[in-house]
């Protein structure tokens, strides 16, 4: 190492102006970046708090008058908690509905491996407007299920355009990021761990409840952190399955940034919902941190 | 028996789960070849007249061509882009090196559409609009920079650097022993991250839709206000298109990387 870096130094030309060539691997996307990344989200910070104009988008007026609007509406309280409900829903469907699948996957040995892991891949490397669409065709009024139904002699059910459509859709898209997070989690607990409960008597229940599911938990709240977040801020998913029926916050913010031109307004319902979001999580991980001080390690 | 049982009950629920996660887009995929006007049970018989009606349609056809042409060019910037910084967060950033892997990673842990409006915003605020192909191209390389990031690092944390001092003592120079030891050892990440960007950008919805403009509009978006409008199989040959580009890609990474490569790829 030493030997390298020694090597590196003798070749190295220095240049007048001391900068270490190695900083030139970072400068062009550390620029982009901050040009395009980090400028333009402090850009709409600066937005919301300034006023929409007659004629132009906004002008150069500080004001509050934005978050008041927001924060002062009860029709805005109801969407923002309807969102959130939503996102924690679904959080709570793909845990349970992820969880067996993570197991299987972990467990799994063989050419068996691979191949879950390619189903379960795959899913998430297809668009949502894909997956919605698929959707659509199942569970519209006369998509497969209520054709079955009808075919069955029972009543058409309504499927799509509520808020079930929606938490199926959301936890269809967002389940493959949990299996991963847990599987993740799962692969690290050592076998010897379940075996060791399994041979001082514990049932496999037991055993499950005790070692695995504790130690599996880390996955699942960086897994439940990742669905809630991409859940709350899910657009696709709530037009197409919700119809105009599901309100949710993101569908507000689009349709007052392009619509309404209203980009003062529109920054700050999403800087609400941004902020509303942190402070959501920061008490998920103080709860989190303090339960898994528990876990035996 | 009863742990027979357990095991044949808990195989049961993973198959469920898998049908579940796997049927919306096989039947997306059985839509596009259904003959009928929509999907009926039992099917109508096998037809590509779906596909001719996608072909035969223009704003179709351009919106392949132009998200074709976007995530190509996608991919060439991000991977260039989150390649060097890579090499730089995990051979050469000392202290910052957290920070910095927390920057080049950040645009992942934002929600996507929230980038796309603070770009959207941006772009006006500068007086250029989002006219063109610039903006969904800057947008598209911001959120695929991250994968690209991960995965590169990935394999460099890996990476035994002994090998490289071995061909610089034998007298290679610093690019002969880069593209003759480094470049093919570390393969693996960049071509997967590559992939990685390719994809995200063909899917992309969220920054697209706030980006897109009159004439520049990707096949998302036009499947999306499609969708809106009418139900008909053209959108499930459109679906089953971009369906065969992300299972080509999966296919892709598995063939010349694995999987578990990329699965697991995060710093160990």
Redesign the interface.
Known sequence: MAHAAELGRRELRRPLWSVRPAVLLLLPAGLFLVVFFLVPYLNMVRMSFLTKAQGAAFTNVMTLENYLRVLGDAFYWRVIGRTFWLAGLATVFTVLLGYPLAYAIARASGPRRPILLMLLLAPLLVGAVVRSYGWMILLGRVGLINQMLRALGWREAELMYNTLGVLIGLVHVYLPFMVLAVAGALEQIQADVELAARSLGASPWRTFWRVTWPLSLPGVFSGGILVFVLALSAYVIPILLGGNNVLVMPMLVVQMLLDAFNWPLGSAMAMVLFGLACAVLWAYVKVMNRALRWIPR | MN?NL?QLG?LG??VA??V?????????VI?AFNAGE????PPEGLSLRWFGRFLGSEPFVRAFWFSLKLASMVTVLST???G??A???V???GRSRDL?QL??V??L???????G??????F??LGLGTRGMAGLL??H??VS?PYV?LMVGAVLLRFD?TL??AA??LGAS?WTSFRRVTLPLIRGGVISGALFAF?TSF????VS??LVSVGNTTL?IQ??DY??FS?DPT??AA?TV??AM??A??WLI?RLV???Q???G?PR
């Open positions: 742990a357990r808990f629920v993973v789960l898998y579940f996660l796997l049927a919306p887009i096989a039947i997306v839509a929509y999907l009926r049970f260039l882009l989150g060097a910084a090499f730089y967060v051979r050469h950033a910095l920057f080049f950040a645009p842990q934002l929600p996507a559409i929230l980038t409006i603070a770009l959207l915003i941006f006006y605020s800057i947008g390389t911001v920079i990031f650097r490289e001092e610089r003592s610093a994809i899917d992309q919805f969220p839709l706030l998302p499947l999306f969708l809106r139900f959108a499930a679906s971009s369906v992300s299972v890609v999966v598995d694995g999987l578990e990329v699965t697991w995060g």
